[in-house]
């Protein structure tokens, strides 16, 4: 009932029973620099290690070093895993 009552009201509702869910896939995206975050989307549109670098300005290393930072902030076991991740908590589009 309280849930109807707050939807009712405007407000938002998450059941309490998924808001670690919820907030443990908030924080994931909130870990991302704005840069680790614009490098994913990169990624997920189907760029290259080397495509990222000549977009972004910066070595292939830098790429390198920022994937990886991605990968363990995400817990991710690939560059496919990180995308999906990103993807199905809304980190990117």
Known sequence: MRAIEKVAEGEAYVDPALMPEFLAARDQ???LTG???EILQLLADGMSNADVAARLFISQETVK????????KLEA?????????ALRDAIID
């Open 77 to 85: 076991d690939t560059r496919t895993h990180a995308v999906a991740i």
């Open 29 to 31: 995206g909130e870990m």
């Open 65 to 72: 070093s920022h994937v990886r930072h991605i990968l363990t």
């Open 35 to 37: 840069r680790e975050r």
